[in-house]
């Protein structure tokens, strides 16, 4: 499916029927309605108001659009604020919003659950069997956070049911330092600017903002929930979603993806984001759903509003990026937004009908292009899979307590650790799954957990498992230390991890941001030799069975082991004690995915992605030329059909560059 996001009450009737005309010339069949509509849809408590929604997706129906009909909660009404001030969130300095913006209602207020459920209810019953309508979209792009007198009783009702006893609690977080000690429930308060985060992050209490951190992706969660139960009551079957942003802190996307029948997700990269960290976010959308085909709802087709530098999409640049985000597996491509708003903050983002209103522009033409190309071909590609042998494990919680905890450095960052890594297999051209812990490893050969700073129940477990049979394991510095309540494993790091990496860490040393020290190969290591720099942390490890590939080379540790490799059972399991230069990281995983026999999906020049989809036994490889020259590359023994020109294709081929 091809469209995007619609909000044509902003418009009159006559431009409306210009609207369907230019989707037709532009292959587009999916309109994205109803997003922020509350207002109009309910104008007062009582009254509900749908008739022009019904007009409007008969039209779009009878002119071949199908609907994605959102919800219209991403944003309440301003009588209801007026009327109902629990709807208003409370920011973390203690200060109660008033009435404006949108994402802005408390998701403990009695008044928005009640409300947002009943107008999922009414819009459901009304077009349960409306057959423009493929997919439900509830709400709009969740997150914030809210620490009204609501949420904090909300907090406490949530942490009894996690507890049970305050004794559990007391222990879970550690409240014995510096007499935190709780006697009553009531006396928990929320976690803000004014209470436990009042000062900088080495003053924080890492349990409790832990568990803010989930109880507000919860609270968030049930909102959801309430509209999702109250649109599956009436159409059962109906294909539920909302739409996610990829690499967002605030939920756990992985809990979230269990209540969603198809992922959908909002892609915004800007004009210096790296292919490949668009490429991680679309593998950890994937992911979300073990490998699922998911939506793209949002991009845009030439510029956003949001940025310091709104920049263009250079020509050819929005194809590129749509064939990349199906390439790691969507099966609709969606734009933000199908026109341009003529008012308010969003006047200047992009759109696929520009101001000037007709399809003489550069972006129509490309987005017209692209339609006609993905009407062509897009069935052959729907709900092909991709295939990877090796995987990635990222988890939100994690996520939370490394950057929450007073750890030894501010520089350790979650994400860019986890994308130092996929980018070592992303430069090859080797395929690689995000997955969660909970997520079933006997399909990989090798699975990478950067900084697995906290292990959760069972893991440990699971990975010595997935080693005894035979798996690869590698993780890295930071990693074994802590248990889900954030409390460090004693007996020495990296705690349950230590037995099968064979090693145990005695310090971690910090280094600032200029400081370097070296990673020395002992010996030849695939292309790996002599010396390469590395920073950040340091562990200072012994080891326990594993065989040193490399050392440190400088410092009072220098002859330390720096990289190590334990065979565990049938496996092997690899620890990087470091932070190294990315070019050590590619060699490193170069070497480890040769000896598992893990091939690229094609070698192909510097800049340019190869990405493969698998149906009925059909490889669909996806060459995506990032560079902005042409560039040749050889299929080997491959033949191949060029899907888009129909033409055969084998040894050299050249590939375009972009703008
Ligand atoms: C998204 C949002 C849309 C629109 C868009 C602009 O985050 O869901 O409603 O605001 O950004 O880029």
């Given amino acids: 499916f091809y469209g995007g996001d619609y909000n044509p009450e902003q418009w009159d009737q006559a431009t409306h029927q210009e609207d369907l005309r230019m989707f037709k010339l532009a292959g587009i069949d999916i309109a994205t309605i109803n997003v922020f509509s509350w207002a109009k849809n309910q104008p007062d408590e009582i009254t509900y108001n749908f008739g022009w929604l019904d007009e409007l997706i008969d039209s779009l129906y009878e002119s071949g659009v199908y609907v994605c009909l959102a919800t219209s909660t991403g944003a309440h009404p301003a009588w209801m604020a007026t009327k109902y001030p629990d709807v208003l969130r409370v920011d973390k300095d203690g200060r109660k919003?008033?009435?404006?913006?949108?994402?802005?209602?408390?998701?403990?207020?009695?008044?928005?659950?009640?409300?947002s459920e009943r107008i999922a209810d009414k819009l459901a019953e009304r077009y349960k069997d409306h057959p423009a309508v493929l997919v439900w979209h509830v709400s709009n792009e969740y997150g914030g956070d809210c620490y009204c007198d609501n949420c904090e009783r909300a907090f406490r009702v949530w942490l009894k049911e996690k507890y049970q006893t305050l004794d559990q609690l007391n222990r879970a977080w550690n409240t014995a330092f510096w007499g935190h000690t709780f006697y009553d429930w009531d006396e928990i308060v929320l976690p803000s600017n004014l209470s436990e985060e009042w000062g900088d992050r080495y003053t924080n209490f890492q349990g409790i903002s832990l568990d803010y951190s989930r109880?507000?992706?919860?609270?968030?969660?049930?909102?959801?929930?309430?509209?999702?139960?109250?649109?599956?009551?009436?159409?059962?079957?109906?294909?539920?979603?909302?739409?996610?942003?990829?690499?967002?802190?605030?939920?756990?996307?992985?809990?979230?993806?269990?209540?969603?029948?198809?992922?959908?997700?909002d892609s915004y990269p800007s004009l210096t984001t790296p292919p490949s960290e668009t490429a991680m976010a679309n593998d950890l959308m994937r992911g979300l759903k073990d490998g699922m085909p998911f939506m793209l709802m949002e991009q845009t087709p030439s510029q956003q509003n949001w940025q310091p530098y709104n920049s263009l999409k250079r020509p050819g640049v929005m194809r590129l990026q749509s064939y990349q985000t199906v390439a790691h597996g969507a099966d609709t491509v969606m734009f933000f937004q199908l026109r341009r708003s003529i008012g308010a903050c969003e006047k200047y983002h992009g759109a696929v009908i520009e101001h000037v209103g007709h399809e003489n522009t550069r972006v129509f033409r490309e987005v017209a292009q692209l339609g006609e190309e993905l009407q062509r071909i897009g069935d052959r590609l729907l709900d092909s899979r991709a295939d990877a042998k090796a995987a990635i494990v990222f988890d939100w919680d994690n996520w939370w307590a490394i950057e929450k905890s007073s750890g030894p450095t501010i520089a350790l960052n979650y994400v860019q650790q986890i994308h130092k890594y996929y980018a070592a297999f992303y430069n090859r051209n080797v395929q690689v799954d995000m997955v969660s812990v909970d997520t079933d490893l006997s399909a990989y050969d090798l699975v990478v957990a950067p900084v697995l700073y906290m292990v959760?129940?069972?893991?440990?477990?699971?990975?010595?498992?997935?080693?005894?049979?035979?798996?690869?394991?590698?993780?890295?510095?930071?990693?074994?230390?802590?248990?889900e309540n954030d409390l460090v494993t004693v007996g020495g790091y990296p705690g349950e991890l230590r037995k099968m990496l064979g090693i145990w860490v005695e310090e971690i040393d910090a280094l600032f941001p200029d400081q370097k020290n070296k990673v020395v190969l002992k010996d030849k290591f695939g292309k790996l030799q002599g010396s390469y720099e590395c920073g950040m942390l340091c562990d200072l490890l012994h080891t326990e069975g594993a065989e040193v590939i490399a050392e440190y080379g400088e410092d009072f540790y220098k002859g330390m082991p720096a990289v190590t490799r334990h065979t565990f059972g049938k496996g092997e399991a690899y620890y990087v004690a470091t932070d190294p230069e990315q070019c050590f990281l590619d060699e490193l995983i170069e070497k480890i995915t040769t000896d598992k026999g893990i091939q690229p999906n094609l070698s192909a020049p510097s800049g340019v992605e190869v990405s493969r989809r698998v149906k009925d036994g059909i490889s669909y490889l996806f060459v995506l030329n990032h560079n902005t020259e042409i560039v040749s590359y050889d299929l080997g023994q491959l033949e191949a059909e060029d899907l888009i020109s129909g033409h055969q294709l084998s040894g050299t081929v050249s590939i375009e560059g972009r703008d």
């Fill in 215 to 265: 109880f507000n992706s919860d609270s968030m969660l049930n909102c959801y929930k309430l509209e999702y139960n109250a649109i599956k009551k009436h159409v059962p079957e109906s294909v539920v979603t909302t739409n996610l942003m990829g690499f967002f802190k605030q939920l756990d996307y992985f809990k979230w993806a269990k209540y969603m029948d198809i992922i959908s997700w």
């Fill in 456 to 483: 959760k129940p069972g893991f440990a477990e699971k990975l010595e498992a997935f080693v005894e049979n035979g798996g690869t394991f590698l993780t890295t510095f930071f990693s074994g230390i802590v248990n």
């Fill in 97 to 115: 919003r008033k009435f404006g913006g949108r994402h802005n209602s408390c998701p403990n207020s009695p008044t928005y659950r009640l409300y």
